[in-house]
């Protein structure tokens, strides 16, 4: 089972290591990272992911997943990813996005009828690509599944686990990666962090994808 | 405020990422990726990280951050690697250990008479180490911060977050990283997975920590 990883730079590191830690765990898992151009792809903040492929070496990969970050837009510029995106899907048993990885599916016309979620804030960008866009941590939607902003790709892909290699496995990664979660505080959504919190997190988000 | 994370082959990913994740957001805050030598480090499953700084070039780290994986215990027979993680600790503010990286600060020495903990299945290993070892999410003990398996890094990194640049910026980092867990099982924990997952991942961990 061949999983790719998709990166480019200003990828959000945890975006794509959240879903690589639960799905390569998976049997028979074999993953590629895959970009536009091989080599080191800095993440958003600094940390340097190495891409081991390009993309027409990677024509049939059986699950393929799409990571979010700032430079999604750029990626979403270059007509050799999106048209990969579109050739991937074809016959890819499962096609992913974690965070705004949702719009690079999204601007490929992937999207186009299908209930998909996103980062909170990209919500409405997702609907102008044709998506239902809704507010939950993860939607299937028949080949597609999406999940909410970095940290919903863990949920996300323990979910994609079970559907893929059962139950018994996803439960044995989840307790492989201890995922036993307890944030210290209850800001992890809009509605849990508040009103002085979504403006502040609203503002700086606003400033980056004008690219200040 | 310099944020070292230690780097070595077979680290696990999602120890780093997730720590990074949160404390690459903090105000001011340089991250920078230490091993004994530059370039790229294999993490467990093929992920290549790379290594951008040797342990001279980083003398006085703020905050050094030590992840886990199979690889911890051949970066513990470095003695390089333990005398930078005792002289780091000297000056720094904060010395943090996400799943059983917790080993590595054992083996340097900085844990003794310490309450900490680690992976859940190296909970023994870190008492030989003369930690007291316990079972939590995460542990402060005076400036040294530990944390339970994997994905607990995160969890810790919001709480430390929380101490170097207060509550409200921990939120925003948070809501920044949408962590709003749901996990669609509740296998996190060994009392949550029950018996025969637990069995399970008891095994596979036995036999990598064999070598095999």
Chains 1, 2 share one sequence.
Request: hydrophobic residues 50%; aromatic residues 6%; neutral net charge.
């Amino acid at each position: 089972m061949q999983i790719a990883f998709l990166l480019f730079d200003d990828v959000n590191a945890l975006d794509a290591v959240g879903a690589y830690e639960v799905l390569s765990n998976l049997p028979r898992a074999e993953v590629v990272w895959v970009a536009a151009e091989r080599g080191p792809k800095r993440a958003v903040r600094g940390l340097n992911l190495i891409a081991t492929h390009v993309l027409g070496e990677v024509p049939r990969p059986d699950v393929v997943v799409v990571p979010g970050g700032f430079g999604e837009r750029a990626a979403g510029q270059d007509p050799a990813v999106l048209s990969w995106l579109r050739q991937v899907h074809e016959t890819a048993s499962w096609t992913v996005s974690v965070c705004t990885g949702a719009l690079l599916l999204g601007r490929a016309g992937l999207l186009q009828g299908k209930r998909a979620t996103t980062y909170w804030l990209a919500l409405p960008e997702l609907a102008s690509y044709g998506a239902e866009a809704v507010s939950e941590r993860w939607v299937i939607d028949g080949r597609i599944c999406t999940s909410a902003g970095v940290s919903a790709g863990i949920d996300m892909s323990l979910a994609l686990a079970a559907r893929i290699a059962g139950e018994t496995v996803a439960q044995a990664v989840q307790l492989g990666i201890e995922y036993d979660p307890r944030p210290p505080f209850s800001a992890g959504s809009p509605a849990g962090a508040g009103p002085e919190i979504v403006s502040l997190v609203r503002a700086r988000y606003a400033a980056r994808r004008a690219g200040l």
